[in-house]
């Protein structure tokens, strides 16, 4: 349902002309409200649905007891950014999925309570001083990498940060739309890390501009790599050399962290796109077309409702007037004469069955031409190979670590997507705070 605001606006449109964020955060009245649905269940199954099994009774127990300060250090103890947490977390899929209220009306909203908590209330970070407990060095300043900072921090470590960009924050300053997180919530946290003695060094490629080798002829006791997933994906197809042919990062990147003139600049002859993609982040780059003023096409090749977007970021994205051209294929990008780009696309059949779940395609004998100014690949991204330095890896790059994030190499742990793959912020925050745990025991074992 589209909601009507006075004036005869639409609250799709009202979204569209203001770049915020799409929900605010809840009242004092309102948490405690939706925390006092909280049951306190001993066994905790909010918890089991948790990736970073972060201790949601104690959190919301601790807040309704009046000791707001202590449940947003439970929430840090579990995910080191509750302010970024409540906001971008899948609750519905994971802590809320598991609530046993979901079995009689609707689940707690932990994200809400969580997103409160961590914008209401403070847990400053005292500044490190000599005698340090140890020098470690991380490299990437993704969700990972400043998780690990954080709780390093906290015990009195000595850290430098070495990011290949201009910009620290990863993919929370790239890749995800501002109406869903906000860059000044990120660099909020960032700044609080660097007043408490972090280094942060900007264009600091490794592999590129520094080796491994010289962090520890430099003095470091370990390092921790989260460099994240940085290549691009792209579809095999005829034309994707083209000029017009972008990947969701490049797009996002401008969207998040270009000024206006260089983004008009760069968009002034870009009036309609076609994403070609059915997951979340092909609905932040359609969802962000429109907030600027673009036409948007989201082609996928199965039907939308086997796309692996949340339902709530398909609903919003159909709101939000963009088009959705479900069973098509893309084969061929060809750039026209005055510019525009055609994108070919075979038509597809779906076909379910129990061995196929999310169903068999089969392209059909019909084609269908979709006509656009940009084609943004919005189909994930891999992993750049740092086999270079010594570390094992998989096949598709990833770096291979144990169970406490150590590499194969002494002293080197990883995290997040770059061991991983892609997967979810809170993923990659806990690899981060698992690594540090690891760091701060070799540390200490060595004092």
């Not at 991380?138 to 910009?167: C, M, T, W």
């Not at 000044?184 to 060094?201: H, M, P």
Request: charged content about 25%.
């Amino acid at each position: 349902m589209i909601i009507k605001h006075s004036g005869g606006r639409t609250m799709a449109e009202e979204i569209l002309r203001h770049d915020v964020e799409d929900e605010t955060t809840l009242t004092y009245e309102e948490a405690v409200a939706e925390a006092k649905r909280c049951l306190q269940c001993k066994h905790k199954p909010c918890v089991d649905g948790c990736v970073a099994h972060m201790n949601i009774p104690e959190m919301i127990k601790k807040f309704l007891e009046g000791e707001g300060d202590e449940a947003r250090a439970v929430a840090i103890s579990g995910n080191a950014f509750p302010q970024i947490c409540g906001r971008v977390c899948y609750q519905e899929i994971q802590c809320e999925l598991k609530c046993v209220r979901n079995k009689v009306n609707q689940p707690v909203k932990i994200g809400k309570i969580e997103r409160f908590i961590g914008d209401t209330y403070k847990n400053p970070i005292p500044k490190i001083s000599e005698p340090y407990l140890g020098k470690v060095a991380v490299i990437g300043s993704g969700p990972a990498g400043l998780a690990v900072v954080r709780d390093l921090i906290q015990e009195n470590v000595k850290v430098d940060v070495f990011e290949k960009k201009n910009y620290f924050g990863g993919v929370l300053r790239y890749g995800i739309p501002q109406f869903r997180l906000p860059n000044e919530i990120v660099l909020k946290q960032i700044e609080e890390l660097e007043n408490a003695g972090a280094t942060f060094n900007r264009d600091q490629n490794l592999s590129k501009t520094f080796k491994l080798a010289d962090l520890f002829e430099r003095g470091y006791d370990a390092v921790f790599i989260g460099v994240g997933a940085s290549a691009d994906n792209y579809l095999d197809i005829q034309g994707k050399t083209s000029p017009k042919v972008v990947s969701w990062k490049k797009f996002m990147e401008i969207v998040n962290l270009y000024d206006e003139p260089m983004k008009h600049t760069l968009f002034c002859d870009v009036t309609t796109i076609t994403c070609i993609g059915g997951g979340n982040v092909a609905m932040d780059v359609v969802r962000s077309a429109r907030r600027l003023g673009m036409q948007a096409h989201l082609v996928y090749r199965r039907t939308v409702d086997r796309m692996p977007a949340r339902i709530e970021e398909v609903q919003e994205a159909h709101e939000e007037g963009v088009i959705f051209h479900p069973l098509r294929d893309p084969f061929l990008v060809n750039q026209r004469e005055d510019g525009k780009i055609e994108l070919n696309c075979v038509v597809t059949e779906l076909f379910v069955d129990e061995q196929n779940p999310r169903g068999l395609i089969k392209n059909t004998q019909e084609n269908e031409t979709l006509l656009c100014d940009m084609v943004v690949m919005a189909i994930g991204s891999s992993v750049r190979s740092l086999h270079e330095e010594g570390l094992e890896t998989d096949e598709y790059h990833r770096i291979l670590v144990d169970e406490t994030q150590k590499t194969s190499l002494d002293s080197v742990y990883a995290g997040g997507d770059a061991v991983t793959g892609s997967l979810t912020v809170i993923h990659a925050l806990k690899t981060g705070k698992n690594a540090a745990r690891s760091i701060l025991d070799q540390l200490r074992q060595t004092k």
